[in-house]
């Protein structure tokens, strides 16, 4: 008989249709949990609302970011859920648990003149136009590292000004793209991507050499090499931060981000509407008398 966790896994895949990366990181986080209860002599089928705090907590003191913390939630809520309806269990030991304050922070962004220092920052060392067009597009449109690495050429209309992108759970939304972004894409779609391809037949954009789909890692990478200096160290996620900050600050409306971010629920859109300290402040020095 299949054991519950694979059972759900199963369930994931077949009827919720999540992403490869999506079902990766709920399988792990299953899993973890799974050891956790182990060495505390509980079974995956038998755990209590106090061991799932425990298990919260642990993950907490053992320094693990906010955003893990909170997908572990999501990820045990979902199994929960899952059990309740196969009649596993009887009751829902996540129901009504409330994440401990603190959990949610905002989150850490650069500035516009420090983005635009990263944005001019590739060319000024001659770096390859396909780079300037990755950093582009993702402070243009806000997109995730998984999404940007999938894009395929006819995903983008260069007459309309937009982009259509595959998010999690293989949901499709239309995002716009900027003229700059543009014209840098055209660019390295006119110039670079054929040395990449080196005669071969791609779908996707963002290529590597012998004309293979750029990976998620090596995103990381260049995001790692072009912010060297920067205020904070940055990740491509820092770019999707900065580009629904910016927006609300330039007087964006709330529905709209959400949409152009894929959220599902406005409520993850909201934490950018949060003032920082570092805001607070220059909206001190800037307008105050004496600032």
């Given at each position: 008989?299949?054991?519950?966790?694979?059972?759900?896994?199963?369930?994931?895949?077949?009827e919720?249709?999540?992403?490869?990366?999506?079902?990766?990181?709920?399988?792990n986080?299953?899993?973890?949990?799974?050891?956790?209860?182990?060495?505390?002599?509980?079974?995956?089928?038998?755990?209590?609302?106090?061991?799932?705090?425990?298990?919260l907590?642990?993950?907490?003191?053992?320094?693990?970011?906010?955003?893990?913390?909170?997908?572990?939630?999501?990820?045990?809520?979902?199994?929960?859920?899952?059990?309740?309806?196969?009649?596993?269990?009887d009751?829902?030991?996540?129901?009504?648990?409330?994440?401990?304050?603190?959990?949610?922070?905002?989150?850490?962004?650069?500035?516009?003149?420090?983005?635009?220092?990263?944005?001019?920052?590739?060319?000024?060392?001659?770096?390859?136009?396909?780079?300037?067009?990755?950093?582009?597009?993702?402070?243009?449109?806000?997109?995730?590292?998984?999404?940007?690495?999938s894009?395929?050429?006819?995903?983008?209309?260069?007459?309309?000004?937009?982009?259509?992108i595959?998010?999690?759970?293989?949901?499709?939304?239309?995002?716009?793209?900027?003229?700059?972004?543009?014209?840098?894409?055209?660019?390295?779609?006119?110039?670079?991507?054929?040395?990449?391809?080196?005669?071969?037949?791609?779908?996707?954009?963002?290529?590597?050499?012998?004309?293979?789909?750029?990976?998620?890692?090596?995103?990381?990478?260049?995001?790692?090499?072009?912010?060297?200096?920067?205020?904070?160290?940055?990740?491509?996620?820092?770019?999707?931060?900065?580009?629904?900050?910016?927006?609300?600050?330039?007087?964006?409306?709330?529905?709209?981000?959400?949409k152009?971010?894929?959220?599902?629920?406005?409520?993850?859109?909201?934490?950018?509407?949060?003032?920082?300290?570092e805001?607070?402040?220059?909206?001190?020095?800037?307008y105050?008398?004496?600032?």
């Open positions: 008989m299949i054991n519950p966790v694979e059972r759900f896994l199963n369930y994931l895949t077949v919720k249709g999540l992403s490869a990366n999506t079902l990766e990181a709920y399988k986080d299953i899993y973890q949990f799974g050891s956790f209860l182990d060495k505390n002599n509980k079974e995956i089928t038998g755990f209590n609302k106090k061991d799932l705090v425990s298990y907590t642990h993950l907490r003191d053992s320094g693990k970011q906010t955003a893990t913390i909170t997908r572990n939630i999501s990820a045990l809520r979902t199994f929960c859920k899952f059990m309740l309806m196969e009649k596993i269990i009751e829902d030991p996540i129901e009504n648990l409330a994440a401990p304050k603190g959990w949610k922070r905002i989150p850490r962004i650069i500035g516009v003149s420090e983005v635009l220092d990263l944005l001019k920052k590739p060319e000024g060392k001659n770096i390859s136009l396909r780079d300037c067009a990755i950093l582009e597009l993702m402070y243009s449109s806000g997109l995730r590292a998984s999404e940007v690495v894009i395929k050429t006819d995903d983008i209309n260069f007459e309309a000004g937009f982009i259509r595959t998010g999690k759970g293989s949901k499709e939304r239309v995002v716009p793209i900027n003229e700059m972004a543009l014209n840098t894409i055209r660019r390295y779609i006119e110039e670079s991507r054929p040395e990449l391809l080196r005669k071969r037949i791609s779908p996707y954009l963002f290529l590597a050499k012998g004309g293979k789909p750029m990976t998620r890692q090596r995103l990381w990478q260049l995001i790692k090499t072009y912010s060297a200096g920067l205020s904070i160290k940055i990740s491509p996620h820092t770019l999707r931060h900065c580009f629904a900050s910016h927006l609300l600050d330039g007087g964006a409306d709330l529905r709209a981000l959400q152009m971010l894929g959220h599902t629920d406005i409520s993850t859109t909201q934490i950018y509407t949060k003032v920082t300290p805001r607070l402040k220059k909206i001190h020095k800037d105050h008398p004496r600032g």
